[in-house]
């Protein structure tokens, strides 16, 4: 079993829409949760961390459960621009590093 | 540009050939990062250094490779007697990490390495 589990997609969904992505994690001492989004052939960027309380940052929220292991993000009125492959990432402490575990990544495709 | 900064950004290689990779961080990040990134996947850790000490190797990493970072600043990843299986994308990332809490993870633009 992977440690991080996406769906890989893709998601096809016209502009405006709303869309939501799940994630699980299979580590239970995992401490820190991101989503990553990385354009074709372009290196991950942080779209944003993702707290225990939940957080939003304009369009985009993300929400963390652990007692599921599971993370999610929800983009409302997506714009073509959205158009990415989304990344799950957690950092388990417990291994003694800090290096990220990537899930495969969820590719979107927004339509005019 | 004060990103972290890879050269080349491609190398394409025949097999059983050593290929070097180095990557510049963001200035003043402690830690630094190599992973492998092969199409339809994310990227997987490879190693990492905290200033010039290299404290951890993935198993994905093979004896034909080997990272360095000397002065604890830029690092270099060097494969040995290329495989067409080592075809990928390599990505270094930086980040700061003071009293053992870490910060975001910066990603330079990657080596895309094609093994023929």
């Known amino acids: 079993r992977k440690e991080v589990e996406q769906d890989p997609g893709p998601f096809n969904v016209p502009e405006g829409a709303t869309v939501a992505f799940n994630c699980t994690y299979s580590?239970?001492?995992?401490?820190?949760f991101f989503w990553y989004r990385q354009d074709c052939r372009k290196e991950p960027k942080l779209l944003m961390s993702?707290?225990?309380s939940g957080n939003e940052d304009g369009r985009f929220t993300a929400q963390l459960n652990r007692a599921s292991q599971y993370i999610s993000l929800l983009i409302r009125d997506s714009k073509l621009s959205d158009s990415a492959t989304y990344l799950c990432?957690?950092?388990?402490?417990?291994?003694?590093?800090?290096?990220?575990?990537f899930g495969s990544g969820t590719r979107l495709q927004v339509q005019p | 540009d004060t990103g972290v900064s890879q050269d080349p950004r491609h190398k394409i290689t025949k097999r059983g050939q050593n290929v070097t990779f180095r990557c510049d961080p963001i200035?003043?990040?402690?830690?630094l990062y190599w992973y492998r990134q092969t199409l339809g996947q994310g990227p997987e850790f490879l190693t990492y250094?905290?200033?010039?000490?290299?404290?951890?190797k993935s198993r994905l990493l093979s004896d034909r490779f080997s990272a360095e970072r000397p002065k604890g600043s830029f690092s270099t990843l060097e494969i040995q007697r290329t495989e067409q299986g080592d075809s990928a994308m390599y990505l270094c990332?930086?980040?700061?990490?003071?009293?053992?809490?870490?910060?975001?993870?910066?990603f330079g633009p990657g080596t895309r390495l094609t093994v023929t």
């Open positions: 990332a930086s980040s700061v990490d003071l009293a053992g809490i870490s910060y975001e993870q910066y």
């Open positions: 580590n239970s001492a995992s401490q820190s």
């Open positions: 993702v707290y225990s």
């Open positions: 990432v957690v950092n388990a402490l417990d291994t003694g590093r800090r290096a990220l575990t």
């Open positions: 200035s003043e990040h402690n830690r």
């Open positions: 250094f905290q200033n010039e000490a290299q404290l951890e």
